[in-house]
Nanobody, 115 residues
Framework: QVQVVESGGGLVQAGGSLSVSCAVS????????MGWYRQAPGKQRELVAT???????NYADSVKGRFTISRGAAKNTVYLQMNSLEPEDTAVYYC?????????WGQGTQVTVSS
């Protein structure tokens, strides 16, 4: 069974920085990709950033230049460094692991940016 657990997040003022982490555990060899998504109240869940098993990254236009996705040394962990945060970044941030043909989601972590 694969488990995805996010940590980090919290409350920060606009212009500040936060980092969220995602750890994937369970029985698997490697993942195709891992990514961060977010969902603000009343809005659909949207992609924030992804990283493939080969290390290629992709970002939503709204976060390019401000957010950085990276993998940990253990390679079953992924981080999202968020700089120059804006109130519009307020959302629940979810981690997704794509393993073979299945997607595994974490429970989400709240990020709140005050103006």
């Amino acid at each position: 069974q694969v488990q995805v657990v996010e940590s980090g997040g919290g409350l920060v003022q606009a212009g500040g920085s936060l980092s969220v982490s995602c750890a994937v555990s369970g029985s698997f060899f490697s993942f195709n990709a891992m990514g961060w998504y977010r969902q603000a109240p009343g809005k659909q869940r949207e992609l924030v950033a992804t990283i493939t098993g080969g290390g290629s990254t992709n970002y939503a236009d709204s976060v390019k230049g401000r957010f950085t996705i990276s993998r940990g040394a253990a390679k079953n962990t992924v981080y999202l460094q968020m700089n120059s945060l804006e109130p519009e970044d307020t959302a629940v941030y979810y981690c997704k692991a794509e393993i073979l043909s299945r997607n595994f989601w974490g429970q989400g972590t709240q990020v709140t940016v005050s103006s």
